[in-house]
């Protein structure tokens, strides 16, 4: 069931250099990646993709469906794992740690990275249970009060709080489309994590819904690396500093948004984003 | 559909040539797709009338069969708890009241109602009036309350079924025929012979004869068949080869002969009773397989033996008061439809049965006793209970097994286990148990829970216990819990569990804090589904020694116990009439326990359901 995971060298040892990404020196970088490599079977999936994400960053994953961006972003907190016949190889490192090691924890890895699914998936629950889940489960807090107030700042943080705070027991399923996705970030809040990863969290929600999560992925930014998979290229324009193109399991580009859209070096990109390909 | 034929659809396309669609053999096509929907339609709606024909029919069968066994009848008569007869040594101990003679009280009162019955076979039909039930409850009324002996007390006495039958109407009941003229007994006891100035009996001889002709004519057909014995020997005389031995020709002779005199017989037979029948007037018996005759007159009643059309012979079952003659309009004919030959209650009971109802001394009343009884070899006394406390054990250790088990083998089978060619032959093998005959089980049981843990569980044999029922329904139940919980964990979508890795949980917290809660309405029903599967199950159990005759309510899982289809099973399987009332109650609640179970079931789906 668990990857297979092959380390051919202390990552610590190899200076690393990723590919087209210039400002590296200036940002600490969060996840190190290199020649990572997933097969679902016998089919390959991602390609020897070697990516550096920086902290306090909105990474944008695009590319056309299939190429490998979902796949990438669920390697981060070994989501991948739940599926059998998926085979992860390569190093992903997140603040120096391999979290293919055998001896990583895989609970406590999925606490550190949260992550937003594209459908929102709120447990059917009450909003209160949806958040306190997370920090019940790894102890975060000691009383009832505490966890009252993590509820809170969580919701809080997520903008959620004015739109729920009289009505935090009811079930988080009665909200509307916009508010379980913002809830579903609450959720990933509350449990404290240093990354975030949304996989296309805007993709089922109407234009004003998703402006709303992306002025919190904003707002985010500040405490968290946030590593997102989109469709929409305004999107990605609008909330990302750096965006990653991939193509048929291939990272083709890498680099700031503005020169990724701008001024892309890979006609591949060009063509992608516009509209010829994809 | 209609889009062919909606006005803006023209026959033409843009190019001008016709549409396809517009063609005849267009048409043509059309209609008959038409016409199979039609048929198909039909079809479905006759297939669910027949279906829905068939369920009502079945209810309703059971339904009327059952409706008999919902009253039982009592005798009410003053009971003489005479001390030396109960407790001959008067110091009122439990033990010795246990032993008391209350049938003998019970006897000693009913030959108080009817003084006249002096033979001793008519005093045993009088008392097999009475059930054996009537005994024990009335022994048991004194355990409770021995200040009573000594005195006389009412006592409602349970009937026999046969009594019971009779008064449901199920054994034919007396109807008064139309007879005219002075009557005049010649005796009040004993034979007596009724005259009358009328041919008030002709009718009666006249069914009489008719039966002597049936009769005749059933004799004439088996002269028939004999003769029909003698062509064979004499065709086989015929062919006798010219050297065969001689022997053989004398024992066909022989034979023909014998064939020849019991053929004569009954042609003598016969014209003797075609001469009786085709006579007119004349005195014949009245035989039992035909209607009963009653004569009711001056206060008593005379069963009708022999008849002629001026005057009856018979056996006076109540004395008459006297042999004054009776005046036209003052005495009765009654008849019973049913013959005597055709039912369990005897004449002479009929009629005293009918003498309690005049004295308002018989009546019947709900039946509460069948909802609370233990099984009996007396229908009239025989419950259900026993069986259904045996079924409650039965499912109380069945659910107790199957549930967790299965439940755990279907959340490792579905969340946990590596898909593999093992998992892949057990999964294929649990499908397959699904569909393995009862029986089978039973015989597992048999095999393993009797013969290997062998009789001495807790010092208690296992054979036809519940727990050994409620082992082998479970074994059997498994496939069917593992099955629908497998189902029902599937069917919660991958994103709950997907968030709860997401947050951290591991494996396990995700499975039984988010899957299995979401999974539970579906497993609890698969559950109920199996639970009731095994609550009608019947086979296995026979493996396994459950069907016992048990007359005590079982206490526990470790007590002798039968169960209710079991109990079912048994019933029908006896000739009484009663009892076949019974199996059809017995049928009924097992029905309603289903009904029941299947609702619980529908509602926790209804009730749970979640869309995603």
Known sequence: MDALVEVPTPATTTPMKPIASPETEQQDVKIVSRNVDVFYGDKQALDKVSLDINANEVTALIGPSGCGKSTYLRCLNRMNDTISICRVDGTIEIEGEDIYDPGLDVVELRARVGMVFQ???????????????????????????????????????????????????????????????????????????????????????DPIATAKIEELMHELRENYTIVIVTHSMAQAQRVSQRTAFFHLGELVEFGDTEQIFKNPSDPRTESYISGRIG | MNMHQSPEMTPENASGRTSVHKTDDAKRRLKKRYAFETRFKFFGIFAIALAATALFWLLSTVVGKSLGAFHETYITLPVELAAEKIDAKGNRDPKDIRAGNFSGAIKASLRQAFPYITKRRDKLKLYKMVSNGAELSLRERVMRDPSIIGTTQTVRLLASDDVDLYMKGYEGSLEARDVSGVATPLGTTGKVRIIVESNSFSSILARVKDELRDKAQRFRDQARR????????????????????????TDYEGRITAYENRRQSLIESAQALEKKANTPGGTEQVSSALPSFFLAINGGVVKITRVSPDAVEGQTLVPLSSDAPAADGSWQLLVNPQSEAGRRIRDAQTTWVEELRKAGAIDTTFNTRFFTAADSREAETAGIWSSAAGSFWTMLVTFFLSFPIGVAAAIYLEQFAPKNRITDFIEVNINNLAAVPSIVFGLLGLAVVIEFLGNDVFGRDLRSTALAGGIVLALMSLPTIIIASRAAIKAVPPSIKEAALGVGASNVQAVFHHVLPLAMPGILTGTIIAMAQALGETAPLLMIGMVAFITEVPGSPMDNASVLPVQIFRWSDFPERAFEMRTAAAILLLLGFLVIMNAIAVLLRKRFERRW
């Not at chain 1, 997520?158 to 009289?166: F, H, R, S, T």
């Open chain 1, 119 to 205: 459908k929102p998936n709120p447990f059917p629950k009450s909003i209160y249970e949806n958040i306190a889940y997370g920090p019940r489960i790894h102890g975060l807090t000691r009383d009832k009060q505490e966890l009252d107030s993590l509820v809170e700042a969580s919701l809080q943080r997520a903008g959620l709080w004015d739109e729920v705070k009289d009505r935090v027991h009811e079930p988080g399923t009665g909200l509307s489309g916009g508010q379980q996705q913002r809830l579903c970030i609450a959720r990933a809040i509350a449990t404290q994590p240093d990354i975030i990863l949304m996989d296309e969290p805007c993709s089922a929600l």
């Open chain 2, 226 to 249: 004999e003769a029909r014995g003698i062509r064979v020997f004499q065709r086989r005389i015929d062919t006798l080869p010219s050297d065969a031995d001689p022997a053989l020709r």
